[in-house]
């Protein structure tokens, strides 16, 4: 909640402090969905990664096709970046001194391993 330096002077304005309260809380929410959706995004860009050799796989040169399938791997990873540094410079604008902390580290996991399938998927492009 928010850091309020001086008590409230009435009961309105404790109402407008609680509902400011309410509001960074929803901002901070807001922020960690957007980052959902990046995830999502990027993982939708890793399945086509996965998926785009078997379904043009008559295509000649076979070069190309893997191509393909490293630039949706690589894609995947540019979303996951920007995904991150948004969420990150969105946090430190709504300022830790302002909202209950939540914890970074599980989505800072999540997004490393996100990066790591990404990786994983443009690579396995190459092996068959």
Do not use: C, K, Q
């Not at 980052?35 to 998926?51: P, S």
């Not at 785009?52 to 000649?60: N, W």
């Not at 990786?119 to 492009?125: E, P, R, V």
Request: glycine fraction near 6%.
């Amino acid at each position: 909640m928010s850091d309020h330096a001086t008590p409230p002077r009435d009961d309105a304005d404790a109402s407008r402090r609680h509902r400011d309260d309410l509001a960074e809380d929803r901002t901070r929410l807001a922020n960690e969905r957007t980052l959902a959706a990046w995830w999502r995004t990027a993982m939708a860009a890793i399945a086509a990664a996965v998926v785009f050799p078997r379904l043009f796989s008559e295509i000649e040169p076979d070069w190309l096709i893997r191509a393909g399938a490293t630039v949706l791997a690589f894609v995947a990873l540019l979303m996951l970046g920007v995904g991150w540094r948004r969420y990150s410079v969105t946090t430190r604008r709504i300022g830790a001194n302002h909202v209950g902390p939540f914890s970074r580290l599980p989505l800072a996991i999540g997004t490393l391993l996100l990066a790591a399938v990404a990786l994983l998927a443009g690579g396995l492009a190459w092996l068959s």
